[in-house]
Nanobody, 123 residues
Framework: QVQLVESGGRSVQSGGSLRLSCALSGYIYSSYSVGWFRQAPGKEGEGVAAIGSDGTTTYADSVKGRFTISQDKAKDTLYLQMNNLKPEGTAMYFC?????????????????WGQGTQVTVSS
């Protein structure tokens, strides 16, 4: 059974940093893409960053230069380093995975999701 478990979310002040982690287990594909998504209250989910099975990355324009996605395949763990956080970054953050070659920020492209970790950024 595929499982994704996020951790690292907490409250932080604007301008602060956080690193989110996502532990992946039971994956059925030999190669896969992983990504981070977020959903703020009353808003639709949006892609934040993703890594394709080819190793390439993609970022939402709103986080470019501030967020970095990385993956430790030996540990089956995905990370999201978030620097210079802004109040609009307050959301539930989810990691997702699927058997994709290239990275994508489309929610509908991912079939496996974690339960999420809450990030709150205060001004």
């Amino acid at each position: 059974q595929v499982q994704l478990v996020e951790s690292g979310g907490r409250s932080v002040q604007s301008g602060g940093s956080l690193r989110l982690s996502c532990a992946l287990s039971g994956y059925i594909y030999s190669s896969y893409s992983v990504g981070w998504f977020r959903q703020a209250p009353g808003k639709e989910g949006e892609g934040v960053a993703a890594i394709g099975s080819d190793g390439t990355t993609t970022y939402a324009d709103s986080v470019k230069g501030r967020f970095t996605i990385s993956q430790d395949k030996a540990k089956d763990t995905l990370y999201l380093q978030m620097n210079n956080l802004k109040p609009e970054g307050t959301a539930m953050y989810f990691c997702a995975a699927d058997g994709l070659l290239t990275p994508t920020l489309s929610v509908s492209d991912f079939g496996y999701w974690g339960q999420g970790t809450q990030v709150t950024v205060s001004s």
